[in-house]
Every structure is written in C-alpha cells, then in structure tokens.
C-alpha cells in the first residue's frame, strides 16, 4: 500500500470511530443510568433490530477474516469452520432463547440462580462467562493487529500494538459510556455494512468466474498446491488419529459453544418478550446463514486469485486473505481501485472488530457487577452502585484483553475463538440445560457442572500445542505440552455435564420442586417474566 492508499483506509477507519463516538455520546445523554437500561438497553428493540444486533456480535473478526483465510490455506478443512458456527444456530433456537428470555434478567446466571443457592452459583457462573469473554475478546485483538499490519505493510510492529491498545480503549468507552443501547445500535451498522462489503466482494467474484462455482473450485485447486486434495477432508485434520480427533473436538465445540457465550445470551434481554427473542433468532440465522455461505466463496476465492502463498507471506495464519482479495479484485494493491476497495474492507473489518469486542466487554463486566459483586456485597449493593462497577469492570477486562491479544498475534483469529466456544460449552451449556431441563439438579450440581467444565478446558488448553511445544505456539521456546489436541472440547464437554451429575447425585440437598414447578412455568409460558 501506497502512503495515499494507507491514508484513504485510515480516513475510513476514522469515519466509522467517529459515527459510533457520536452514537455513543447521543445514547448516553437519553439514558436513565439504571441497571436494566445498562444491561438491555430498556428492553425496548424490536425483533429485527436485535436480529441484527445479533448477528452483527456473532459476525465477528473469527468469521470475517480468520475462516475465510482458513479456506485460502486449508480448503475444504477450513470451510467446516463455517458449517459448526451456522449449525450452532439451532440448538440457541430449539433449546435456549425463548427459555433464557423468560427465566433470566441480564445474565446466564439469572437463570441458573432461579432454583437454586444464588450466591455459589452466581460466582461461578460469572467467573465462567468472564473466562468465556476474555478468550474471545483475545481473537478480536489479534485480528485488528493483523488488519492494521498488513495496512503498514507489515513492518509496523509499534503500530500493531498501539492498535490493540487503542481497540481496548475504545471498547472501553463504547461500554462505559453507551451501555447496550449504544452497543446494540453500533452492532446493527457494523453487520449492514459488513453484509454489503461481503456480498459486493462475492459478486466481484462470481462475475471472474462468469458464475460458475465449479471453475471458482478447481482454480482454487490448482492454485493450492495440493490438487484435488484441497477439495476434500484431510488436508489440515487428517494427518493422524490426533488430528481427526482434534477436528471432532473442534466440531463439538462449534456446534454446542453458540449456545453458552454470555454476550449471545445476554442479547436475549433486550427485547420485551420471549416471541420476539425467538424472532429475532429467526432474523439472526437468515443473515448469518448467508453471510457463511459467503465466506465460502471468499475463501475459495482469495485461494484461486491471490494464492495460498501469498496469503501465507501477508499472515502465517491467513487472517489478511479477504482484504488481499479486495485489492486484487480492485485491480492491484498498486491502482486506485484495488486502493479504494481495500481500504473499504479493511475499514468493514476494524469495525467488525470494535462492534463485537463491545458487546463482548459488556456481557462481561456485567457477569462481574451482576453475578460477582452483588453475590458478595448483595445486602450492600444498589442498581447504580452496580453500574458503576460495571463500568470499572469493563476497563480491567478491556486491560487483560490487551495484554494477552498482544501475546497471541500470530494466531488464526478462528481458531482462538474456537477456544472460546469450547470453554463456553463446557463450562456454561451444561448448567444452563441441566437449570432448564432437570427437574432433580441442586445448588451442588450447577457449581460442579461449571467448574468441571471449565477448569479442565482451560488446562488442557494450558498444556496444549497451542501454548507450548511448536513453532506456531504462544511460547515456541517452551515446551509443556501434554495434552495433544488443539480443540479441549471433545474431553472438557463431557467431563462439564458429568460434574453436574455427580455434584447432584452426591449432594445431600433436595431439590425445591416448587421452584423447579415456578421455572418451568415461567420458561414455557413467560409468565412472571421480567
């Protein structure tokens, strides 16, 4: 990229900051400064309004550009990425919306807290969605490290961490200042433009392969290095009993994680009733479903446009395909067009980037203020007290997510956030099932359940390849791996719904049917809902 060139991304860049600064600023000079409206925004969207917002905080940094640079490296392996995330879809609309948005007030803790002991439950559920957040938010840190890196040309290490610092700043200010209301409206922005960026890129595409798919796919092929390799399974999974066992990890996690990522479930919240929870569901799966189904065709795309290659030389991990693929469709990184369209892109995904890590910072420190502070100071604390320490919250988790997305910069975007979802479905799908569905759980259940889930998923990540013991490692210097798969999901899943049995086949408290009876009741009805 030119000095110009640079210069165009960055005026964009600073248009987007500027209109969601604006946003912000007008939302929290009409905001009554209570709980309800920080957390949901007053519980006042509309179905299509929060069905954007929902899409636009799951299209995130991990789907824009680390799964399609994972089809330019990978092929076919890297468009299962694809499939787990959109699949996931069903299960948050079979089994949790209009349940959670009938039991619940602003976090997952709410509803497991219904029916049982509020405090144990309540720290542990918010212990576990803060982890859940903080991993995710890591991801999104690491793709606005690559974005920024490949503007500078590569050589702008300074700037790639003034970056993630000033991305950590500004979800900071998004959250203090703007709470959901703002989060939500720059959430809506962020997932129109990023459905016009993908499909004008789709159709510019399509339009080189006069339409037809299949020539899109053998030229991917061809340019691959692999051949016919790159259009079947194998190529990133298939090199051993570890790898496809790490790939049924990794589907698991995909499939069942969607379901226990607090800032997906605290969206629920925002709207007034458990019909339009389930309707903005609707909403969220038609713009998603199309939205994968075009990061398939970018991925393939950039793999017969621009190459494997150059993908790789631009970033190790693939997270710079689709904005290399901007510039090529434009006509070169060196022509005006490819300029101008690549700055577009980038400028879609830095605000991807600041969209989600928004939402995500929210639902965080709400876990904090919410669950944490007011299980231990619960006589003490009062709604604008705990808003408050939202706030604060919000600038120590912004802090850890700084620190540890500098840490974690040469790893795919995707895959870090597959992490995420295997902590989030271990850890917090089981207690929410087993709070909706259970008749017989207990207060001893639901805190096993979370730990057992997430302590043994964050430790085998420890002692994965993904910290130690490879080039490609956090600390390529070190090696403390013991654990042989990438995905934790396919052990820490199992062993999330096993602690939650255990924890209430052993404990000596009975199960308060009248509040199960109560739960029941109020999740299929919405009867005495907030």
Known sequence: MTTEHQTLALILFSLFIAVTLGITTWVSRNRRGSAEEFYAGG????PMENGFAIAGDYMSAASFLGISGLIALFGYDGLLYSVGFLVAWLVV??????????????TLADVV???MSERPVRIAAGTSSVVVSVLYLIAQMVGAGSLVGLLLGNSGAVARTLTVVGVGALMVVYVSFGGMRATTWIQIVKAVLLMGGAITLTVLVLLRFHGNLDQLLTSAADRSGHGRAFLGPGLKYGGGWTARIDFMSLGLALVLGTAG???IL???YTVPTARSARRSVVWAIALIGGFYLMTIVLGFGAAALVGPDEVRASNASGNTAVPLLAAFLGGGADTTGGAVLFAFVAAIAFATILAVVAGITLASSASVAHDLYASLKRRHARQRSEVAVARGAAVGIGAVAIALGLLAQDLN????????FAVAASANLPVLLYSLFWRGFTTRGAVWSVYGGLIPSVLLVLVSPVVSGSAESLFPGADFQYFPLQNPGIVSIPLGFLAGWLGTVTSGEEADEAKHAETEVRSLTGAGAV
């Open 93 to 106: 609309l079979f089994l949790v919306a209009e349940l959670v948005r009938n039991c619940g007030r602003f």
């Open 43 to 46: 519980r006042l969207f509309s």
């Open 266 to 268: 605290s969206r629920f």
């Open 113 to 115: 807290a219904a029916r």
């Open 413 to 420: 975007v995707a895959f870090l956030v597959g992490l995420a």
């Open 261 to 263: 990522l607090p800032h």
